[in-house]
T-cell receptor, first 118, second 112 residues
Framework: GAVVSQHPSWVICKSGTSVKIECRSL??????MFWYRQFPKQSLMLMAT?????????EQGVEKDKFLINHASLTLSTLTVTSAHPEDSSFYIC??????????????FGQGTRLTVV | KQEVTQIPAALSVPEGENLVLNCSFT??????LQWFRQDPGKGLTSLLL?????REQTSGRLNASLDKSSGRSTLYIAASQPGDSATYLC???????????FGKGTHLIIQP
């Protein structure tokens, strides 16, 4: 299957600092990528849709000024958590879908990033 | 708003048993449905994808069915093994450009 790589796999940062998470599609191009967040014992929740060359689309309740998304190329999307606080501690994970004959195929996920804000 | 429910929330069975995991969704207008497994602290591994026009998909010991009109899917695992222990997630998407809506998962333990 297709490969989506996410980096870093874990990060600990001080409250008030910013953290950047990268998501790369290694063997296919992705005009759209998705960012999810998962709190302990909860399901994955879609945060935003990252669109190559245009602004991201955020889900209701997700602060776009706090979670900056940049999709500057067809293989890379970045999520920056700005001015992180302990309540932002979570598991962040990205996904992308290869296309086959013009139809979107299954979603492939990165390894996820465990963010701990202290 | 789409909601996905998975039953049971947890399941523990002896090795070798066949088992069924259930998933239901409230809005039947889906583009596709996907089953994943998630190991503790890890990312998601795609197991099966069922397009909205399909009724089932099979991969090895796994079989997933889809009844779109009733908003249900089942994941059947045959001859379970301890390595199958993980959390199994069901997710649906409403369109080709949409993200996934996930259930809370079924935490599965296969006892050796």
């Amino acid at each position: 299957g297709a490969v989506v790589s996410q980096h870093p796999s874990w990060v600990i940062c001080k409250s008030g600092t910013s953290v950047k998470i990268e998501c790369r599609s290694l063997d296919f191009q992705a005009t759209t990528m998705f960012w999810y967040r998962q709190f302990p014992k909860q399901s994955l929740m879609l945060m935003a849709t990252s669109n190559e060359g245009s602004k991201a689309t955020y889900e209701q309740g997700v602060e776009k000024d706090k979670f900056l998304i940049n999709h500057a190329s067809l293989t890379l999307s970045t999520l920056t958590v700005t001015s992180a606080h302990p309540e932002d501690s979570s598991f962040y994970i990205c996904s992308a879908n290869p296309e086959y004959r013009g139809r979107r195929t299954e979603a492939f996920f990165g390894q996820g990033t465990r963010l701990t804000v202290v | 708003k789409q909601e996905v429910t998975q039953i049971p929330a947890a399941l523990s069975v002896p090795e070798g048993e066949n088992l069924v995991l259930n998933c239901s969704f409230t809005d039947s207008a889906i583009y596709n449905l996907q089953w994943f497994r998630q190991d503790p602290g890890k990312g998601l591994t795609s197991l099966l994808l069922i397009q909205s026009s399909q009724r089932e998909q099979t991969s090895g010991r796994l079989n997933a069915s889809l009844d779109k009109s009733s908003g249900r899917s089942t994941l059947y695992i045959a001859a379970s093994q301890p390595g199958d222990s993980a959390t199994y997630l069901c997710a649906v998407t409403g369109g080709g450009a949409d993200g996934l809506t996930f259930g809370k998962g079924t935490h599965l333990i296969i006892q050796p």
